[in-house]
Nanobody, 114 residues
Framework: QIQLVESGGRLVQAGESLRLSCAVS????????MGWFRQVPGKNREFVAV????????YYTDSVKGRFTISRDNAKNTVYLQMNSLKPEDTAVYYC???????WGQGTQVTVSS
């Protein structure tokens, strides 16, 4: 059974950077397209970024383009989200997602203070 464990979320000031990690176990990670989503209370979970199995293709929601970078290390079974120039509106719980399997991690809280 696949497991996804996110880490790296914390409180930061606006303009700072964070890198989130999602460690995957229980499945052949290198075969999976991986995504990051985020959710704030009272709102739907929203797409942030996705990366194909070999890292060859990435997509981002418009609000994070140029600031966030999704990447992966198939040797470490881990997908990353590098977040630069953070804004208060980036505050959310960030979730790792496997579209093919419909699997989610438990989430990691990112709070950006102004």
């Amino acid at each position: 059974q696949i497991q996804l464990v996110e880490s790296g979320g914390r409180l930061v000031q606006a303009g700072e950077s964070l890198r989130l990690s999602c460690a995957v176990s229980g499945y052949t990670f290198s075969s999976l397209t991986m995504g990051w989503f985020r959710q704030v209370p009272g709102k739907n979970r929203e797409f942030v970024a996705v990366i194909t199995w070999n890292g060859g293709t990435t997509y981002y929601t418009d609000s994070v383009k140029g600031r966030f970078t999704i990447s992966r290390d198939n040797a470490k079974n881990t997908v990353y989200l590098q977040m630069n120039s953070l804004k208060p509106e980036d505050t959310a719980v960030y979730y790792c997602h496997v579209p093919r399997l419909g699997s989610w991690g438990q989430g990691t809280q990112v709070t950006v203070s102004s």
